[in-house]
């Protein structure tokens, strides 16, 4: 057994050294290229330097804002149950651009003020002839139940190449695919870039990216759509959500998707939705009872809002 005893220390002396001062000196950490031109580092006193601590951590590259949250986006719609679309498509004919989404060849949007045509090449000649001529047909004389538009339909209209105006392109190039097995009902998504002919300002930009979900399926209804957008938007953290009737050219009906914004205090638009029509989907070949429904938005505005 060994045992320790402890004195206590009751008064000590103080004594002066040769470094002993009144005043504080500042200790210069970085030996800069003032102090060596000068000569004044002869003058100063340096800390020590301690080489076990930690640097700065250097700066490395960050996950751009837009790309964090497409990344988001992209994990809901996996997670349920989406199938991403190929969208490497940015020029596109106006036949897939416009002509198949049974949008009329008069249509505003199709002028050099709302569109990018492209010079060269100016245009597409491997469209899908028997395809082509049904879309002509619903266009001038209308069928599938429908009267159509009632114009000249022209072929030289739909081979003008275009960049794509909106990722629905590649959407109608998926279902095309689609009719040409025997159906079976599918998820798709995509989110990629898309140009418009804009006057740039605070609220418009003439290359953005569009965020595109569609559910092809039997007998699908109104009812279906503002479901899924409601688990949709739920997952984005959006819950307050009013749905507005709208005019689409493809699609019948139409809804614009509002959200109340807290910050602003009021309702906002955050998307646009619809059930294509059947003069989008019989043309294809897809049968009566098959229902497509799709929504979009834009990618920027989710994150600037």
Not at 8 to 20: A, C, L, P, Y
Not at 147 to 155: H, P, R, T, V
Not at 254 to 272: A, D, Q, R
């Amino acid at each position: 057994l060994t045992l320790h005893f402890c004195s206590v220390i009751k008064t000590f002396r103080v004594f002066r050294d040769e470094k002993f001062t009144t005043s504080l000196v500042k200790e210069e950490t970085d030996l800069t290229v003032d102090l060596l031109t000068d000569n004044l580092w002869k003058e100063k006193k340096f800390k020590p330097y301690n080489f076990n601590a930690f640097g700065v951590v250097p700066v490395r590259g960050y996950l751009h804002p837009l790309m964090k949250v497409r990344t988001e986006f992209r994990q809901i719609f996996l997670e349920m149950g989406f199938t991403e679309m190929p969208t490497q498509r940015y020029v596109e004919s106006s036949f897939w651009n416009f002509d198949a989404l049974f949008q009329p060849q008069q249509h505003p949007a199709r002028d050099e003020q709302d569109t990018f045509f492209i010079s060269k090449p100016m245009c597409t000649k491997n469209l899908p002839s028997e395809y082509v001529k049904r879309v002509e047909k619903v266009h001038s004389v209308g069928d599938y139940g429908s009267s159509g538009y009632g114009y000249e339909w022209k072929i030289e209209e739909a081979e003008k190449n275009v960049l794509r105006t909106h990722t629905t392109a590649s959407s109608i190039r998926m279902l095309y695919e689609i009719a040409k097995k025997p159906f079976k009902p599918v998820r798709y998504f995509s989110i990629d870039r898309v140009f418009r002919n804009e006057s740039l300002d605070a609220t418009h930009l003439a290359e953005f990216h569009q965020v595109e979900g569609l559910i092809a399926g039997e007998n699908l209804s109104l009812g279906h759509l503002m479901g899924i957008l409601q688990e949709f938007y739920k997952r984005l953290g959006i819950e307050k959500l009013r749905f507005k009737p709208a005019y689409n050219p493809y699609t019948e009906p139409s809804m614009e998707i509002f959200s109340y914004h807290t910050s602003l205090k009021k309702w906002v638009e955050i998307g646009n939705s619809g059930m294509f029509r059947p003069e989008v989907l019989l043309p294809l070949g897809l049968a009566e009872n098959v229902t497509v429904i799709a929504w979009g938005l834009s990618l920027e505005r989710q994150v600037c809002s």
